[in-house]
């Protein structure tokens, strides 16, 4: 089973599948200028019921939770949420999500345009280099991407997961993204700027909370099934 996958359509039409990971600290670990509106810092517990024990997860009833910010965590992913913010009580939901938008587009941009320092600086050492390979062989065929991330249409936690003292958590992009390929004379070879490609990835990050060090790292990417 492969561990790692991207679908790049968004950037080579379907061409080049990558390994991915970044770390995030620098965004996830900050504020972004929402800090008027009411975060969700931690699941709330479910109302304890005379009938039954109250149940392990946010809410009974609604399929998914939703933030101040308009950030949802679906409902299965509650549990996991709740134990990483057990053990670090600093995790706020809301900035962590609002964070993986910011990298996201941050992580795009530099592969589109082969900032190869920016992707070291963002990337664990064994993604770098499936992003190196992945733009040299793009300079050495004279290609030329020409994206941009529309919009992010959603962001949302899909799962998380406390093992030991590791944490992670999967986050589903729902973006649109215009996408050009232009040879070394600037022609269009491929791709259109007028008609955005929907884009639905599902994206994992992990952060060992038993430490000093902050940094979330981008383990996994996968196109979402649906």
Request: glycine share 6%; net charge negative; proline share 3%.
């Amino acid at each position: 089973m492969e561990c790692v996958r991207v679908t790049i359509e968004i950037v080579l039409l379907a061409m080049v599948a990558l390994f991915v990971g970044f770390r995030l600290y620098a965004v996830l670990g900050q504020r972004t200028g929402h800090e008027q509106q009411r975060p969700v810092t931690r699941p709330e517990p479910a109302a304890a019921k005379e009938s039954a024990p109250a149940p392990a997860t946010v809410e009974a009833a609604p399929e998914r939770r939703e933030a101040a910010s308009g950030f949802v965590y679906e409902e299965h992913a509650a549990s996991g949420i709740r134990a990483i913010v057990s053990a670090d009580q600093s995790f706020d939901v809301a900035r962590f999500l609002e964070g993986a938008q910011s990298a996201y587009r941050m992580i795009l941009e530099a592969f589109w345009k082969g900032d190869r320092e920016e992707l070291r600086y963002l990337t664990s050492r064994e993604v770098f280099g499936a992003f190196e390979a992945a733009i040299a062989e793009r300079e050495a065929a004279g290609h030329v991407l020409d994206n941009r991330l529309v919009t992010i249409e959603r962001a949302v936690i899909e799962d998380a997961r406390l093992s030991g003292k590791v944490a992670e958590i999967e986050v589903r992009f729902d973006a649109d993204i215009a996408a050009v390929t232009r040879d070394r004379e600037g022609t269009m070879i491929a791709g259109t700027l007028t008609d955005a490609v929907p884009t639905r990835e599902v994206w994992t990050f992990r952060r060992n909370l038993a430490g000093d060090d902050m940094n979330w790292l981008l383990v996994e990417t996968d196109a979402a099934m649906d």
